[in-house]
């Protein structure tokens, strides 16, 4: 058993969508009266670097301000996850601009608390929490942003009847593809908290049901754990939701014997 307090956060990911959606408001008007230029930290702390940290600080201040108001009218439940999702899109920052190489992420959150930039809401704001992320890790985590992306991409389409029944099974396919990269972090036996939560993830698929008329209704009993049999279960649902094969509720049923896996439609 690997050692949990040294390992990344991911319990957050259960609510990724909300602090996605509270990310992508960043941007926009929808909170104006939050405003990404209202940060100022001294020039000389940063040296070059300031104006471009400056930019990143007003948007790191906007993006916990809105958190923290989700948090205020219960959008977030978990009151102890936002900071980890917050260092999580501080990261993804930094992959995405090589310029903050050599600026140290858990830094940037320390400058703001001595700038005064969490008026307010410093008590709120756990700068220890806030640090890199490497590469093997932050890979991990991106994996799963992607499996509850498309996870509930699929949920909407059951609510939509302008999408059809194509992309919905391409969400689900895509689905379980992301699980599939997944799982080989997880071999048998291994328990950290990267796995813990694709054990998550997985309790809430098999208990979710898609039903509409543009997406039939699967119901997973049992998903597979091995590399070689998810590409096996893919290529299974690809051939049963065929035009020829094509009926209103398709439910997939996973029996074991001899350790290897059979699926068959009831």
């Not at 609510?15 to 959606?21: G, L, N, P, Q, S």
């Not at 071999?187 to 813990?196: A, I």
């Amino acid at each position: 058993m690997e050692d949990a307090s040294q390992e990344p956060n991911y319990e957050f990911f259960k609510d990724i969508m909300h602090y996605d959606a509270y990310a992508s408001m960043i941007d926009n008007n929808t909170h104006s009266f939050y405003s990404i230029d209202d940060c100022s930290i001294p020039e000389n702390v940063f040296s070059e670097k300031n104006s471009k940290i400056n930019k990143l600080c007003g948007k790191f201040k906007k993006l916990s301000e809105i958190i923290l108001e989700g948090k205020l009218n219960h959008s977030v439940v978990n009151s102890s996850e936002y900071t980890h999702y917050m260092n999580y899109w501080l990261n993804h920052q930094f992959k995405k601009d090589r310029t903050y190489d050599t600026v140290d992420i858990n830094d940037i959150c320390n400058k703001m608390k001595e700038n005064n930039q969490f008026i307010g809401f410093e008590d709120k704001i756990n700068c220890t929490d806030i640090r890199k992320i490497d590469k093997d890790e932050f890979d991990k985590m991106k994996i799963l942003s992607n499996i509850y992306y498309k996870y509930y991409q699929k949920q909407l389409i059951t609510l939509n009847q302008e999408y059809k029944i194509s992309q919905c099974l391409d969400y689900f396919i895509e689905c379980i593809d992301e699980y599939k990269k997944a799982i080989i972090y997880c071999p048998e036996g291994r328990v950290n908290n990267f796995c813990k939560a694709l054990t998550d993830f997985l309790s809430l698929f098999k208990k979710t049901t898609f039903k509409s008329e543009e997406c039939r209704s699967i119901e997973l009993q049992t998903v597979p754990t091995k590399v070689d049999e998810i590409e096996k279960y893919i290529r299974f649902i690809k051939q049963q939701n065929k035009p020829e094969n094509s009926v209103f509720s398709t439910r997939i049923t996973v029996t074991q014997s001899n350790k290897k896996q059979n699926w068959k439609v009831v």
